[in-house]
């Protein structure tokens, strides 16, 4: 089956440790990201990190299992799929905070995914559905941190 790989970015007028750590945060995480209704570390993680494992669920009720693969403070994280379920057989994201200035960062989210049989045929449709919630994800983060003088930060 064809992997399905896309990337969208939006600049946050916030320090770039402080959107990694914001978005790291999964007692904040409900707050800006309006795509999921469901978003927990599981296996008695109190904090993200590489082979720590998370369940979310989107608003439409798709959950899906991920680990941490890759966890790079204050620069990059990176999930895959731990088993294959729902619509994908196999899926991937990273999302890279690339500091611009002290006060300006680039947030760009990468996704790559194949998707189970028989839904090939619709693997434009979910792509473009896709990247329409990883739009207005990254709005939504934008809009939070830029309208919240005071966030919690990770000592």
Same mark, same amino acid.
């Given at each position: 089956?064809? /992997?399905?790989?896309?990337?969208?970015?939006?600049?946050?007028?916030? @320090?770039? /440790?402080?959107?990694?750590?914001?978005? /790291?945060?999964?007692?904040?995480?409900?707050?800006?990201?309006?795509?999921?209704?469901?978003?927990?570390?599981?296996?008695?993680?109190?904090?993200?990190?590489?082979?720590?494992?998370?369940?979310?669920?989107?608003?439409?009720?798709?959950?899906?299992?991920?680990?941490?693969?890759?966890?790079?403070?204050?620069?990059?994280?990176?999930?895959?799929?731990?088993?294959?379920?729902?619509?994908?057989?196999?899926?991937?994201?990273?999302?890279?905070?690339? /500091?611009?200035?002290?006060?300006?960062?680039?947030?760009?989210?990468?996704?790559?995914?194949?998707?189970?049989? @028989?839904?090939? @045929?619709?693997?434009?449709?979910?792509?473009?559905?896709?990247?329409?919630?990883?739009?207005?994800?990254?709005?939504?983060?934008?809009?939070?941190?830029?309208?919240?003088?005071?966030?919690?930060?990770?000592?």
């Amino acid at each position: 089956m064809k /992997q399905i790989r896309f990337a969208e970015s939006i600049q946050i007028a916030c @320090p770039q /440790q402080r959107v990694f750590d914001y978005t /790291q945060d999964y007692d904040q995480r409900l707050v800006w990201d309006t795509f999921l209704r469901e978003a927990i570390l599981l296996d008695g993680a109190k904090e993200a990190a590489k082979g720590v494992k998370s369940w979310c669920v989107s608003r439409h009720g798709i959950g899906m299992e991920t680990e941490y693969v890759s966890f790079n403070r204050p620069a990059v994280v990176a999930v895959k799929l731990t088993r294959p379920m729902n619509l994908f057989r196999t899926f991937a994201g990273s999302w890279r905070f690339e /500091q611009l200035t002290t006060e300006l960062t680039n947030v760009i989210f990468t996704y790559s995914f194949t998707l189970r049989f @028989p839904l090939a @045929p619709f693997a434009g449709l979910v792509r473009y559905l896709l990247v329409v919630n990883v739009r207005g994800r990254l709005r939504d983060l934008k809009n939070t941190l830029e309208s919240r003088p005071v966030l919690p930060t990770r000592n």
